[in-house]
């Protein structure tokens, strides 16, 4: 293969491949001998599927046998079924990306996965774990946004039923560490220091000093999820920055334009505000039709948020946003399904990444506009 025609996507998934086939091969160099063969490395079951039995064969031993052969087709998914949850709604900026990496990492090792996608919502989100369990999958990779409280019962259910759990974009972290040993990792940004780490370099790069007015619009109410927004509102507060919290409702977690009126009727009531952090990908895609809507030009507010997406790129480009942190969801797509099936396959435990906490502004965007464009970055 010619390696000048590759393109960007290709070029990552085979680096990504080399990966995995380089720490399999060092826990497995040797070829297998007719001795180290183990016959039964499967079993068959019965499950009911809509009202009807259905043989599932699934894998329950891993031999040296098939350990080389996974070394030598680079396919260490096959065999592996796993649900997935993307985070938001089809086709949204931030779970597109996320969708991507994902369906990046099923193609390349063989798994099989289905999409649960969930709007965000995490009431949403608890009720879909139990139907992805009710499909007895090996593997379930879940958004923690409903946090350890909500999450705990079905996933401590899961577990004892042999699934595998892990996690992406947000921490559970006390599941996690019960379950660590079992496969339940962890593939995302750390989200306080993320939103810290934000609000310190707004505060700096705009020149912000005490007294001022910063609005941040977040999710407190989400007990882990809200920490990154918890982190934007500490920055500025010890800046000396006079802060207006608002809370990301259903309705514009769900679709962010449903949030116009909501952002236009806070600067009416502010016109001095001089900093909007907006913690949530979409509602950051939306900042430069919520600045346009409240009659406000790209200089006159310092727009901040997350994640990088095309209208991001293009309200970078026009002026529109100033700072990004971008938290690179593909790796939460991509990850996630290698970490279920290393462990489905090798008994890995589970891994704990972090996915930030790079800034993208106006010097650099440039670098990373055709990764966006191609929905990777």
Known sequence: ??????????????????????????????????????????????????????????????????????????????????????????????CTVVYNGALAAASDLGADVDYFFSDWNTEKMVTQFKEAMALNPDGICVMGHPGDDAFETVIDEAVSKGIIVTSQNTTLPRLEARYKGVGFGYVGQELYESGLL??????????????????????????????????????????????????????????????????????????????????????????????TAAGVGPDDIYGIGF????????????????????????????LPIVQVCLTKKYKFSGLHIDTGSGFAHKDNVEELAPLVEAQIR
């Open 198 to 291: 934000l609000g310190q370099e707004a505060v700096r790069r705009a020149g912000l000093a005490a007294g001022d007015r910063g609005m941040v619009w977040g999710l407190l109410s989400q007990p882990t999820r809200g920490l990154r927004t918890k982190g934007v509102i500490d920055a500025f507060e010890e800046a000396g920055l006079t802060v207006d919290y608002l809370e990301i409702d259903d309705a514009t977690n769900a679709d962010p334009a449903a949030g116009t009126a909501t952002f236009t009727g806070y600067v009416s009531a502010n016109p001095d505000v001089k900093v909007v952090c907006t913690d949530h990908g979409g509602l950051t895609s939306t900042l430069e039709t919520y600045l």
């Open 1 to 94: 293969m010619d390696s000048s025609k590759l393109s960007r996507r290709d070029f990552m998934r085979m680096s990504a491949l080399s990966m995995v086939s380089a720490i399999v091969a060092g826990c497995c160099p040797k070829p297998v001998t007719p001795e180290e063969k183990v016959k039964e490395v499967v079993v068959t079951e019965i499950v009911v599927e809509e009202g009807e039995e259905v043989e599932v064969t699934r894998l329950v031993e891993v031999t040296s046998e098939t350990v080389q052969e996974d070394i030598e087709s680079g396919k260490i998914g096959e065999g592996v079924s796993i649900v997935f949850f993307p985070g938001g709604p089809p086709g949204g900026p931030f």
């Open 307 to 334: 994640d990088l997406s095309s209208a991001i790129l293009e309200a970078i480009r026009g002026g529109w946003t100033d700072l990004v942190l971008d938290q690179q969801p593909y790796l939460q797509g991509y």
